[in-house]
Nanobody
Framework: VQLQASGGGLVQAGGSLRVSCAAS????????MGWFRQAPGKEREFVAT????????YYADSVKGRFTISRDNTKNTVYLQMNNLKPEDTAVYYC??????????????????WGQGTQVTVSS
């Protein structure tokens, strides 16, 4: 399984950005997908997760109402739309999917495959 994240960049506070993650190597629509982020000197933290068809989503409190996770199973891609960005959202963003189980939650231990990460920097 390979995950390729893209779409990061530099944006001013209050702006928007969309990051994408293209998956390959197995049936994409059979597994949850998640987004995590890691800021310098901090542990990797959960951002959002989405179910197989996209019908269920779950967000960290810190991004609820500002970020939206979605997926396009015809393109084997998961997205994270980030609006009203804040400087504290600055981090490397990683997409992830479970190793063997179809369902995954908010713990990094639920995920076995990780993308390479894409940098998001929000200036004040």
């Amino acid at each position: 399984v390979q995950l390729q994240a893209s779409g990061g960049g530099l944006v001013q506070a209050g702006g928007s950005l969309r990051v994408s993650c293209a998956a390959s190597g197995r049936r994409f629509s059979s597994y949850y997908m998640g987004w995590f982020r890691q800021a310098p000197g901090k542990e990797r933290e959960f951002v959002a997760t989405i179910s197989w068809s996209g019908g269920r989503t779950y967000y960290a409190d810190s991004v609820k109402g500002r970020f939206t996770i979605s997926r396009d199973n015809t393109k084997n891609t998961v997205y994270l739309q980030m609006n009203n960005l804040k400087p504290e959202d600055t981090a490397v963003y990683y997409c992830a999917t479970p190793l063997n189980t179809a369902v995954a939650g908010s713990s990094p231990d639920d995920y076995g495959y990780w993308g390479q990460g894409t940098q998001v920097t929000v200036s004040s």
